[in-house]
């Protein structure tokens, strides 16, 4: 079966789902960017927009010199622009997108496009089972396109992140906040405030509240990811405030500290509910609520043997579910689902 991923991240030495299919059973071919894409804006900016108009094109004359059976995009943008060229061009080869994470609910022309970018798309890879009836109604695209699995990504070693107290003049034992969207970080500055123990926060300045910053907050914007997944290792815990209702927001986050062996307690929402299991591999607390944050994080603090049996269990979670080689046992059962006329010898 032959497979085609179109990615502006994919390099020679990043084959991403690719370097797991068994060989004898896909032909795998890769379309990315030389140009760096700036992925770290809130908003998609034009330039991005272009760059990803001119990854769909490349993809479309590959298409035409190489006929697929299967191609394979990522987020929500990739998607939409291949869609957009597909379409236009009269190309229906199999469309799987991969990262189907919206962030925010879309609206207005942005809505409109997208149902139609997204007609002919067979299969949108969701990470949150809530996430399937509301982008069926949003897209207006049958609610059996949205496949809900893990999210899924190159294994972490924790002891390959090492430092971070070094580099950035941390404490001896501090909580870790990491991202940006949706994030609800106005709560947990009001919840940490006064506990004796350091809260690093990493987030761009736009996911960030007003108003003066508690003594024992400290703010970091704009480091490179060895430095950012080497915070999330070296932290007692990892706190993912969110005051999202409408999509998920703090899985990435999530799935790194897991990976990491990094206990976890998160706000209850649609990003995170499919993957904790409260008191086993991490705990939740209910939306907005700053006493019951404070009570948490003072509690699970006080627990060192809690503390560590809950690494233990997200760690095992995380090995099982949430690498790309799980990621791409779940493109072999969907591609054999979309292309069931493929020759059978490469499916044997």
């Not at 609610?143 to 390959?160: M, N, Q």
């Not at 123990?197 to 703010?219: C, D, E, S, T």
């Not at 690498?323 to 493109?331: K, P, S």
């Amino acid at each position: 079966m032959r497979v085609l991923f179109v990615a502006w991240f994919l390099r020679p030495d990043r084959k991403w789902l690719g370097e797991f299919l068994p060989p004898e059973r896909f032909e795998c071919s890769y379309v990315g960017l030389e140009e760096r894409v700036d992925s770290t804006q809130k908003r998609t900016p034009g330039k991005k927009w272009l760059q990803l108009v001119q990854l769909a094109l490349k993809a479309r004359l590959h298409l035409a010199r190489h006929p697929q059976d299967v191609i394979v995009t990522a987020f929500p943008q990739g998607g939409f622009t291949q869609g957009l060229v597909n379409l236009l061009t009269f190309e229906r080869t199999p469309h799987i997108v991969w990262y189907f994470n919206c962030g925010h609910e879309y609206h207005g022309a942005r809505k409109w496009l997208s149902r139609i970018a997204y007609r002919y798309v067979d299969r949108f890879i969701v990470y949150t089972k809530q996430e399937r009836t509301a982008y069926a109604r949003t897209f207006a695209v049958p609610e059996s396109r949205f496949h809900f699995t893990y999210l899924t990504g190159v294994p972490l070693e924790a002891e390959k992140f090492r430092g971070a107290r070094e580099r950035f003049g941390l404490a001896p034992r501090y909580i870790a906040a990491l991202g940006s969207s949706g994030r609800d970080y106005a709560t947990l500055f009001k919840a940490v405030e006064g506990l004796p123990i350091q809260l690093v926060v990493v987030a761009h300045p736009h996911g960030l509240p007003g108003g003066p910053v508690p003594a024992n907050v400290k703010v970091i914007t704009s480091i490179p990811q060895q430095d950012y997944l080497s915070i999330i290792a070296e932290a007692e815990l990892v706190a993912i405030p969110v005051n999202n209702q409408e999509t998920a927001s703090g899985q990435m986050t999530l799935i790194q500290a897991m990976s990491l062996g990094v206990p976890v307690v998160a706000t209850r929402c649609i990003g995170t509910e499919d993957y904790i299991r409260h008191g086993e591999n991490g705990w939740f607390v209910p939306m907005g609520d700053v006493e019951e944050w404070r009570r948490t994080l003072r509690s699970v603090l006080e627990d060192s043997e809690a503390l560590g049996r809950t690494a233990d269990h997200a760690l095992r979670f995380a090995q099982e579910r949430f690498t790309d080689r799980a990621g791409a046992q779940v493109l072999i059962d969907l591609a054999e689902e979309l292309c069931p006329a493929a020759p059978r010898e490469a499916l044997a």
